[in-house]
């Protein structure tokens, strides 16, 4: 039976990749931004000139979500290689965010807004 994923299990097996080819000395900040960007915009090469219609239904041709779902797993690989370089807790800081973006957009009509 395979362990079950969690960030820090897949932060572990991309540094034990990463350790294995040496690759460390390129893991810098400012180049997990920018290979960060590079995946991103990627992702966002698929969708760029389909209709809105079109884009909610990507995952629908098998090949298109396979390309998807690979960049979608690059970008978190490297966000992920980021975080453990800086050392932020991704889980902590989304977690943060989110109670921050709770008071700064308050639902209508709460009375503790």
């Keep these: 039976m395979t362990e079950p994923l969690d960030v820090t299990r897949l932060q572990r097996r991309l540094a034990e990749f990463a350790a294995a080819r040496n690759w460390q000395p390129y893991h810098t900040p400012k ?3 920018a290979a960060l960007s590079v995946e ?37 690989a490297y966000l992920l290689q980021l975080c453990e370089v800086l050392g932020i807790d991704p889980l902590a800081a989304l977690d ?6 709770e008071r700064r957009f308050p639902v209508a009509g709460d009375p503790g807004a």
């Excluded at 991103?40 to 000139?49: D, H, M, Y």
């Excluded at 209709?51 to 979500?65: C, I, K, N, Q």
């Design 31 to 33: 180049n997990l931004v």
């Design 96 to 101: 943060a965010k989110i109670d921050r973006n």
């Design 40 to 76: 991103a915009s990627e992702l966002v090469e698929i969708f760029q000139w389909l209709t809105p219609e079109e884009s909610a239904r990507v995952m629908d041709d098998p090949g298109t979500a396979h390309r998807v779902a690979d960049e979608v797993a690059d970008v978190l």
